[in-house]
């Protein structure tokens, strides 16, 4: 079946750029995306790419895909201590069962 | 603005209880979808339905249930909880459409005592 990885933790400084990476299996992906889950909240959609765009740039949010590889990434710049939280890549490929999604990435801000 | 909500943001029940959660959806979306959410294991779906009535079982569906009587509520059913269902539910909805993605709702945390 369709597989997404991606690191459990990322730490980084405040202030510096943050790349969260992921890596599917799926090569029929329609779409990618790249939710945001705050400590006991739910899930909020914070971007996606079509499959056949290499970049999509959305204030300090750049996400990259390299369709070959199967590699997603996500750059968040000038990260700021409510950018902690955990970070999920998704994709889909029109399924009835709806998205794939990684196990999260914890996104670590030390001041 | 897409909204779905449920119906509790946090449960507390004990072993051997019947437990419903509801989710309720006003996008008209056909699909719906209940995840648990525990650490170290990220999403793992437990159910989802893409029309009314109509229901297929996830990866984890083992000691649950969902109803799908109308398009816009889809509830999960725990027949008789153990404590290994304290978890996260999240409740998701996915239109149709090439720009559509999957909608959560904020999520319920049900204890099992």
């Known amino acids: 079946g369709e597989d997404v990885e991606q690191s459990l933790f990322l730490s980084v400084r405040e202030g510096d750029s943050s790349v969260i990476n992921c890596t599917y299996t799926d090569s029929s992906s329609t779409y990618l995306y790249w939710y945001k889950q705050e400590p006991g909240a739910g899930l909020q959609l914070l971007t996606y790419i079509f499959s056949n765009m290499d970049m999509k740039q959305d204030q300090r949010l750049t996400v990259l895909l390299n369709k070959k590889d199967k590699h997603l990434s996500l750059r968040i710049a000038d990260t700021q201590t409510g950018d902690s939280a955990i970070y999920f890549c998704?994709?889909?490929?029109?399924?009835?069962?709806?998205?794939?999604f990684g196990k999260g990435t914890h996104l670590i801000i030390q001041p | 603005d897409v909204k779905v909500t449920q119906s509790s943001r946090y449960l507390v029940k004990r072993t051997g209880e019947k437990v419903f959660l509801e989710c309720v959806q006003d996008?008209?979306?056909?699909?719906m979808f209940w995840y648990r959410q525990d650490p170290g294991l990220g999403l793992r779906l437990i159910y989802f339905s893409y029309d009314v009535k109509m229901k297929e079982k996830g990866d984890i569906p083992e000691g649950y249930s969902v109803s799908r009587e109308k398009k816009e509520r889809f509830s999960l059913i725990l027949e008789s909880a153990s404590t290994n269902q304290t978890s996260m539910y999240l409740c998701?909805?996915?239109?149709?459409?090439?720009?559509?993605?999957?909608?959560f709702g904020p999520g319920t945390r049900l204890t099992v005592l």
């Open positions: 996008m008209d979306h056909e699909n």
């Open positions: 998704a994709e889909f490929s029109g399924g009835a069962d709806g998205l794939t």
């Open positions: 998701a909805s996915l239109g149709l459409g090439f720009t559509d993605t999957q909608y």
